[in-house]
């Protein structure tokens, strides 16, 4: 029908924003120099994908980022002016991709009505669209425990295959939310590269990004490490499975988020008159210990949120 043809584009879109780990990490092959920016690189990306005009000012001849003619919004809000401005936080921003890693704050000053608040909607309005484009995607993982139907031994939810468990080469990322008993979300957004032991990931990276075609990888895909939560469950389900790393990733589903200036992912506004609101809770205090896997029911596992 003409109803079904109208949502398809977006049918499509929505099944592509979860996926396995390694599903993922053939993506990473196909678009290296998308998925191993760091942010000052992917900041800089959103300058470049909208280009560049020249304009004439008193002060003669100017380079004017397009992004702030927010073309996205049919030019609602747009800043008008402040080409110098523009540039001299475009070469910040290039210097931290330069020097690969972000090594300043950048402070904006100005009497009242000099467009601060406009120059800074205008880049939070392009990263959210950009974030909804495929050059500009975005992803995190999550942890999947499927349900003790689907699995039988091992650590309770991870099991070695039998009672009608995935193939050990699957993965859970795909199971219904009815074939979950846990899934645990990551906050912090951890790269899912960090799941690769460091000396392989680079190894792996080098290859990807090998004869110029990934571009600058960032520093913390090369040198980081997961989050302190994240890597407590990685090193307790290593641990179960007996250094089996293949089986680990069984558990990863990758998922794809979206900046928002709503709801505070990626970018966000702090007034001097709101109070800080982020906090943390343990996981394990308000969650059923039943309904965790064996292997981490001795961890102390905290939510942050905020």
């Not at 979206?258 to 308000?286: K, L, W």
């Amino acid at each position: 029908s003409t109803q079904a043809k109208t949502l398809f584009p977006y049918t499509t879109l929505f099944r592509s924003r979860v996926m396995s780990f390694g599903e993922f990490f053939a993506l990473v092959r196909r678009h290296p120099e998308r998925h191993t920016r760091g942010a000052a690189q992917y900041l800089k990306d959103v300058f470049d994908h909208f280009g560049t005009s020249e304009v004439q000012t008193p002060r003669g001849p100017q380079t004017r980022y397009l992004l702030f003619d927010c073309p996205f919004a049919g030019g609602k809000d747009r800043l008008i002016g402040q080409e110098e401005v523009q540039g001299r936080v475009y070469r910040a921003v290039s210097n931290f991709v330069r020097d690969g890693r972000i090594s300043k704050l950048i402070m904006l000053h100005g009497p009242n009505g000099s467009a601060k608040s406009t120059f800074v909607s205008c880049l939070m309005r392009a990263m959210e669209h950009y974030s909804t484009l495929e050059e500009g995607a975005l992803y995190r993982f999550n942890w999947i425990f499927p349900s003790q139907k689907l699995t039988r031994g091992g650590i309770g939810f991870g099991g070695a295959g039998e009672g009608g468990a995935p193939p050990l080469d699957d993965s859970f990322a795909h199971l219904d939310d009815d074939q979950i008993d846990v899934k645990l979300m990551d906050e912090t957004h951890d790269h899912p590269l960090l799941l690769l032991p460091q000396q392989r990931r680079q190894q792996l990276l080098d290859e990807v990004t090998r004869g110029g075609k990934g571009g600058r990888v960032a520093d913390y895909l090369y040198h980081g490490d997961l989050s302190p939560r994240n890597k407590d469950i990685f090193e307790a389900l290593l641990q179960s499975y007996k250094g089996d790393f293949l089986k680990v990733l069984r558990h990863v589903q990758v998922e794809r988020f979206y900046v928002s200036r709503r709801y505070r992912r990626g970018v966000a506004t702090v007034e001097p008159q709101m109070s800080v609101d982020a906090g943390a809770q343990q996981i394990t205090a308000d969650r059923s210990l039943s309904a965790l896997p064996s292997a981490l029911q001795a961890l102390s596992m905290i939510s942050f949120g905020g």
